[in-house]
Antibody, heavy 124, light 113 residues
Framework: EVQLVESGGGVVQPGGSLRLSCGSS????????MHWVRQAPGKGLEWVSI????????NSADSVKGRFTIARDNSKNSLYLHMTSLKSEDTALYYC?????????????????WGQGTLVTVSS | DIVMTQSPDSLAVSLGERATINCKSS????????????LAWYQQKPGQPPKLLIY???TRESGVPDRFSGSGSGTDFTLTISSLQAEDVAVYYC?????????FGQGTKVAIK
């Protein structure tokens, strides 16, 4: 069974930084591209970032480009999101998500497995 | 960016009746080389993460009840719940994976009438 478990969320002041982690099990982690998707309280879903299975290629939404960095450690079956210069509009539940089809960033797939999410609150 | 627009925003359906959700994309999601539509549907129940229901516009994910079906091509798509059950109360999202950034519809809330 695929399992994704996020951690690292919390309350941070505007302009601050935070690192989210996602541990995985139940599948061969390097075989899959991985994503972060977020959901502001009471709102819809927003794709944030993708990283290829080998970790060499990434892409991010314009809303976080230059502030958030996605990374992975395949030896630890773990995914990360380094968030800096946080804004109030970054307040959301952040989900770690597996790509259902692809290992590369240039292949486009659906989101087939989701973690429970970790909540990030940006507030003074 | 590809804009995804769902309709209606909410609907209430009697138990056992059909529920239909529409999703329209701002550009075609049909990739001509493989004739596949790059569209997925998700179900999100309160307090839970989204769950994949449908991909390639009409392929049901393993374990998803066959009362859920997806149809459509190009820019217009539909998710149908043929006989609504109490456990189907949720918000449903369409999502395109034709290009970056992946984008979602705003969601459709399904309730029991």
């Amino acid at each position: 069974e695929v399992q994704l478990v996020e951690s690292g969320g919390g309350v941070v002041q505007p302009g601050g930084s935070l690192r989210l982690s996602c541990g995985s099990s139940g599948f061969t982690f390097p075989d899959y591209a991985m994503h972060w998707v977020r959901q502001a309280p009471g709102k819809g879903l927003e794709w944030v970032s993708i990283i290829s299975g080998d970790g060499d290629t990434t892409n991010s939404a314009d809303s976080v480009k230059g502030r958030f960095t996605i990374a992975r450690d395949n030896s630890k079956n773990s995914l990360y999101l380094h968030m800096t210069s946080l804004k109030s509009e970054d307040t959301a539940l952040y989900y770690c998500v597996r790509d259902g089809r692809c290992s590369s960033v240039t292949c486009f797939g659906w989101f087939d497995s989701w973690g429970q999410g970790t909540l990030v609150t940006v507030s003074s | 960016d590809i804009v995804m627009t769902q309709s209606p925003d909410s609907l209430a359906v009697s138990l056992g009746e059909r529920a239909t959700i529409n999703c329209k994309s701002s550009q075609s999601l049909l990739y001509t080389s493989n004739k596949k539509n790059y569209l997925a549907w998700y179900q999100q129940k309160p307090g839970q993460p989204p769950k994949l229901l449908i991909y390639w516009a009409s392929t049901r994910e393993s374990g998803v009840p066959d009362r859920f079906s997806g149809s459509g091509s190009g820019t217009d798509f539909t998710l149908t719940i043929s006989s609504l059950q109490a456990e189907d109360v949720a918000v449903y999202y369409c999502q395109q994976y034709y290009g970056n950034p992946r984008t979602f519809g705003q969601g459709t809330k399904v309730a029991i009438k």
